[in-house]
C-alpha cells in the first residue's frame, strides 16, 4: 500500500493561505488519480480537489473553486494544494489520497470511499 504524509497545516487568520503537500513514498503513481479531502467535526468527509493523470484533469468543489490550486509533481511523487482566501468554513483535517483512476474525475472526487491510500491528515484552523 502506498505511505502518503501530509504537511503544511497550521493555524490561520481568515483570509490567509496556506499550502499543503503530500508525499508519497514507494510507488510511482503519474497515472493515479490524487485527491485532497477534508473533514470537519461533525460533518462527513468530502472531497475538496482532485487531479487526474494529467493536469488538466482537475476537479474542484464549488466552494473551494477560484481559492484553491491543485498541483502535482509526478517525478516527486508529490501533489499540492494551495489555498488562499480561507475562512472558518476550511477548518478541517485535511488528508490526501490516491488511487488508479477507475472512474471519471468527479465521480472520485465525490466519493472518497473508491481511494484506498490515505495519509494520516494535517489539521487546518481558520480562526482570528
Known amino acids: 500500500q502506498v505511505q502518503l504524509v501530509e504537511s503544511g497545516g497550521g493555524l490561520v487568520q481568515p483570509g490567509g493561505s496556506l499550502r499543503l503537500s503530500c508525499a508519497a513514498d514507494g510507488t510511482l503513481f503519474g497515472s493515479y488519480t490524487m485527491g485532497w479531502y477534508r473533514e470537519a467535526p461533525g460533518k462527513e468527509r468530502e472531497g475538496v480537489s482532485c487531479?487526474?493523470?494529467?493536469?488538466?484533469?482537475?476537479y474542484y468543489r464549488e466552494s473551494v473553486k477560484g481559492r484553491f490550486t491543485i498541483s502535482r509533481d509526478t517525478a516527486k511523487n508529490a501533489v499540492y494544494l494551495q489555498m488562499t482566501s480561507l475562512t472558518a468554513e476550511d477548518t478541517a483535517v485535511y488528508y490526501c489520497?490516491?488511487?488508479?483512476?477507475?472512474?471519471?474525475?468527479?465521480?472520485?472526487?465525490?466519493?472518497?470511499?473508491?481511494?484506498?491510500?490515505w495519509g494520516q491528515g494535517t489539521q487546518v484552523t481558520v480562526s482570528s
Open positions: 489520497a490516491v488511487e488508479p483512476p477507475n472512474y471519471s474525475i468527479r465521480h472520485m472526487c465525490d466519493m472518497w470511499p473508491l481511494f484506498s491510500s
Open positions: 487531479i487526474g493523470n494529467r493536469d488538466d484533469t482537475i
